[in-house]
Each structure stands twice: as C-alpha cells, then as structure tokens.
C-alpha cells in the first residue's frame, strides 16, 4: 500500500517522518528490492512492507542487538587486557627511565671526576709553563751575570780550564725500591696511627724550629689533628707498634716492661702488639678546633704542590735567620790550599745562579766570601741570602720544655751531622720506636742524645777516623786499641746485619785511659753505621760477636762495658741485631751476674750464648766464620798502618765539591718544607703524595753524603782494608 505524501508550497518544510529501518534494508529498497514498488510522482513516495518482512526484520534486529551486547562485553575485556597491558608497560618504561637515571647520574659523576682531572692537569701544566718562564729568566739573568763577570780579570778557575760555574749534569728522579720489604716502624713502612704519631713528632720540632706548619703550635699536644695518608695499613697484629721496654721505661711509674722474652727487634716474642701508648692526657681536640674544623671544610679541596724548590719562607728561615747554609764553601777550600776551582767571587756568584733551581735567580746571592776575598767577609764564608719579600719575623714556639735545651740553630746543625748516609725520618723513629711510640718520651730521650753528641763528639771523630792521630802520635790510648787487633767488621749475620768481632783475651783496661777507649768504641759503633744498607735491603742494625775464647778476669773491663750498655740504650736505640757471647768459660759467670744488671731489657733480650761451631752456624754463615773458631774465613784481624796522606780526604775540594754541598743545603730545605705540607695536609690521597715525595727527599739526602764524604771523611782502616763500600 502506498502513502502519498502532500506536497507543501514552495519556502515551507515538509514535515519529517521518523523511520527504524536498518541501513542494509535502505540500502535493498535503493535497489527495488521484490515485493516493494516505487510511486513517481510529484510527491515523495514512502516504502511499506509487508507483516513477515517487519516479523524477520524484528529477528534481525534483536540478533544484532545481542551480538552488540557480546561485542560489547568483549570490547570491555579487551580494554581491560589492554589496560593492564598499558600498565605493564608503563611500569617497564618507569624501570628504564630509573636506569636512565642512574646511568645519567654516574656519566655526570664520570664528567665531574674526568674535569676535575683536566683541572689538575691543566693546573700542573700551569705551574711547568710558570716554571720554565722562571727558569727562562734565570738563565738569563745567568747570563748578564756571566758578561759582566767576562770583563773582569781571568781568575785561576778560568785559567785552569775548570771552575764552578759549570752546571752540574741532570740526574735521574730517585726511584723508590719495590721489592724490599721493610721492617715495621720505618718512614718506608709505617701504619696509619704510626703515621699520625710521627707527623705529631715532626710537628714540635717544626714549631721549635720555627717553620711554619699551617695551623696553631698549641694544637699539637692533640693527636687526632693529623690526618694519616691513604694506602697506610690500620695498627693491629703487627710488629709496628710493639712495646719496646728500655731501662729509663722501667724505672718510671707510668710503665711496666713485660716479662715474657722478647723478639730480636726488641718486641715481644709472640705474636700480640700493644697499642701506643697515650700521648697527653688531652688526646682530642675540642669540638670547635679552627684545626678540626679546617680537615672538615678544606680535606675536599686541597691540592698536592710539589717541593720542586723550597719555599721563600723555608729558606727565610734557614739562611736568613740561622744561617745555616754550609761555611765550607769557601773556608774548607782554603784551610786545605785546594781553592782553585772555588776561590774567584764572580765564579761563585754565577755558579750559584746556574746551578741552583730556586725560584728566583736572587735567592741566593753571595752576601759575603772569604775573609782573604776582601770587602768584608764574614766567618761564615760564602752566606746565601733568601728574597727580601719573605724577610719576616722568624717565631720559635717551644711547645715542649725537653726541647729548650739546645737552640734551634743547634738542633738543627746536629741533626743534620748525625743523620750521615741515615734516612733522617728513621733516624728519629729509631728514638720513637725505642719509647713505644710515646711522643714526649721520645722528645725527651732525644734531645738528651743530641746534648750527648755535643759534648762526645762523635760526628768529628768518625770524620777525622784514625789517620791524623796515627801520625802525629796523639790520642795513643785510642790507637793503642786499634792496634792490638782484637776487633774487625766482617760479614752478616742470617737476618743480614753486619757483624763485628771483638776477642776478649786481646783487651786490657790499662792498656788506655777511659776516655780514649771510650773514643775508641764510639768512633767503631759510628764506622760500623756506615755499613748499613736500610733503603736496598732495609738493614738498619748490627750484630756483635763476643768471642770469650781465652778470658780471664783480667780483661775484663768493668768500666768500658758499663759505658757501653749505657751508650747503646741512649744514644744508638733499636742500632742492635743479636750479640752472640760465644764460648763463655766459667769465669765469665761471675761478671755475667755484674753486668746483667746494667743492661737495658732490650738489649738483654739481644744476646745469645754460643758454645761451639755447630751453634754459632746456626746464626752465621761458615764463610763469615773465622778458621780458629771453626769456620772458614782466613782474613782474621788485620789493622792497616795509615800512611801519608791518610790523614786527609780522598779527594780534594773542588767544584763538585761545592755543588754538592749547596745541593744539601737545598735538599734539606725542600725536606723541611716538604715535612711542613705532609704535617698540615688534611687530604689522606695529598699526604699520601707528600710522605712519598718526603721518603724521595730522604733517600737523596743520603745519596748526596754517600757522594760527599770523600771530600769530607778521612779513610777509615775498613777503607784501607778495602771492604767498607758506603751504600743505603
């Protein structure tokens, strides 16, 4: 059936008929589909169909409805699977993004680290361009100098073809040893708390001297205002700081020596090590220390500065102030009439310029010359002057009474003179060792020593040896000794220590007076040093055979041997290896019984009875061992006459020799000041750099006398011998 729809006027709307059929169903009638027909007309023809199209086309609908209603659901569990899909992998690309943090924070770490380097090294790069611009400049001002000195008349250096204004020949840096393994409490071995202890030791002494160090004198007295170097091993287990009883220790209250038996190097014998001892009774520094607070704030940014050169104020110090440059530039050279190489001014004051690497070429011009140079010369022959800029007051803060004794100046000369081809760091330790690490009792036992060395000369006389005394017939109790042969140095022991041999039955207290036997036995303990090897092969002590074969009452000699354990406990601590007394008759017991009593429990820990061959070797080798006493070495004693000429140095002064003098003097300021910075750093890694470079100066300090002492020293007999062949 059809509808026609009434047309409507033009302008006017037609009114709209809401249709439900389905799209597909528009889309059939489009087509005409069957049972359908179409009106043409002027008017809109509506479709109709028939009861079972709308009954199927219902059918259709409802299906298509429930399918929705499942696509739906479907949908909805999708979309939950995909919400948790997305959340997944959100999770996963949170996860990567804490990486990508994290690797963002350590690049950033790596960045910091990596420009703090370039930093460091452009800052180092810095200070060579600085470096070679100064030495740029010295040269030149070497050269003005020497054009001006050219016009003046030759001088006999210039004559000679020789003179000391060449420079010396670059030597190679000093490579510290890596196979050798120290032993404990040496400047090559120390422990953390070992560490702190010594740069506190240091410290009085700095502050005595007057040199500064970077923080208040007062705070010395407080053992945690130092801080000790990475790479040191923590005190625990080991030998470093191991009690060491000595005879003064146990007589003061505060002390007790262990009565268990003790180890050759003066611990005990097992395994245990006491821990050191207090050093005041204000251990920590108060909370609000300007000291504590600086290793707080400024350990991150402190930077290692090498002790190319010693600084302004060190050489302020020493030259200007105590002037304790060497006097035998000139004076030695001419009291021995060997002045040619040395004795022209001019010469002098460009060599000085030349050979020097201080920072500024007039660090070190020659105030004065010789008395016989003209112009006023002093008694200190040629003295160095340090840069009118650091020319500052120079304070001594003596924060130790044990230390007022003896001057600055003295302090230091005599330091210098003792510690010969010794490492000066273990010169002292050997003293700190000796008191268990007890710093004021070190002070105390060493200040003691140096009086002792004032008053014994014993630098002067292992300088002076025998030679002059043989010739001119002085000192006939002290040659008397020498002699009679009954003593030689020959060989090692199994722990390498050098050895020296004494046969009793030879030695008659009448045979000298006390002094002159006593000169006799301090000037041999100061050749036997000579032999020790403490930087190659970490020999630091001597070993002693008594060989009693033959004695009787009559030689001994209470008074030399009371001298002796006296000697070797206060002035030559931790110097001994073993004293081997080898067979001893019955008669010796009784003085056994007296002389027990005055030997330091160390030194008592030290000796070894020997009866026979058998036991002897087992402590010596055969080949070191004597034939009379059943070994196989056929040298025995020998006393080699001096001759002429053996009352002087080998070798005459000449311009190495006043090289080599200055470059001590400068040595032992880049010491000084070097030990300043390793005392004040507040950076474990910048100490660390400084204690190496402060072991370097010491080893270069011994190889410098080692190379000295032939213009200094005059031939021992072991010299003449030939078997003393000076090392470190």
Known sequence: MYIKKPSYSSGSSPLRIPSFRSKSRSRREEGAAPGESQSVGSGQIYHTTSHDDRRSERRRVSSRSNGDDTSMRRSRSQGRSRHDDDEERRERRERRSSRYADDEERRERRDRRHSRSHRDRDRDEDDRRERRRSERGSDRHADRRKSTSSRKPASKSSRSGGGAAAAAPSKPKVVLPTNVEYRPGRIQSLTAEQERIHKQYWAYFLAYWGYDFGFDPHEVKYSDVFVASTGRPEAGGGAGLSRTATHNSLQSGNTSASKKKKGWLGGSGGSTSAAPASQHHENHAPANSPRMQDIQTKSSQE???????????????????????????????????????????????????????????????????????????????????????????????????DLAGITPAQWQQMFMSACRNDLPDNFLLRFMRARKWNTENALKMLSKSIKWRMDFPADQWVLESDGPSY????????????????????????????????????????????????????????????????????????????????????????????FLAEVFEAHYPECLGRIYVHNAPWIFSTVWNIIKNWLDPVVASKIVFTKNFKDLSGYIAPEFIPTDLGGI????????????????????????????????????????????????????????????????????????????????????????????????
């Open 471 to 562: 010739l001119t017939g002085k000192n006939a109790g002290f040659i008397k000794n020498l002699t009679t042969e009954k003593s030689w140095i020959k060989g090692s022991d199994f722990q390498k220590s050098p050895i020296f041999w004494f046969q009793a039955k030879k030695h008659f207290g009448s045979d000298s007076p006390s002094d002159e036997t006593q000169r006799y036995a301090v000037t041999t303990i100061e050749w036997v040093r000579l032999f020790l090897r403490e930087v190659s092969e970490s020999v630091d002590t001597v070993s002693i055979v008594f060989d009693l074969t033959g004695f009787t009452l009559k030689n001994a000699d209470y008074t030399t041997i009371k």
């Open 303 to 401: 930077q290692f500065i090498p002790t190319d050169v010693p600084s302004p104020d060190v050489v302020n110090v020493f030259v200007n102030h105590y002037k304790l440059v060497s006097p035998e530039y000139y004076k030695e050279t001419e009291d021995d009439g060997a002045s040619s190489d040395v004795s022209d001014a001019a010469s002098l004051e460009s060599f000085v310029t030349a050979d020097t690497t201080i920072t500024n070429p007039d660090d070190f011009p020659t105030e004065s010359y010789s008395k016989r140079g003209g112009g006023g010369g002093t008694s200190n022959g040629a003295m160095l002057s340090a840069p009118a800029a650091s020319n500052k007051p120079v304070k001594s803060v003596n924060v130790n009474p």
């Open 633 to 728: 070495d056929t040298s025995g004693p020998h006393y080699p006459i001096p001759k002429a000429g053996d009352d002087r140095p080998s070798k005459a002064k000449d311009a190495t020799y006043v090289r080599l003098r200055k470059e001590r003097d400068i040595l032992f300021m880049r010491f000084l000041d070097c030990t300043a910075k390793w005392v004040a750093s507040t950076n474990p890694d910048v100490s660390a750099k400084y204690l190496e470079e402060k072991t370097i100066i010491n080893v270069e300090l011994s190889n410098n006398w080692i190379a000295l002492q032939g213009y200094i020293r005059n031939p021992s007999p072991y010299d003449r011998i030939g078997n003393l062949h000076i090392t470190n």
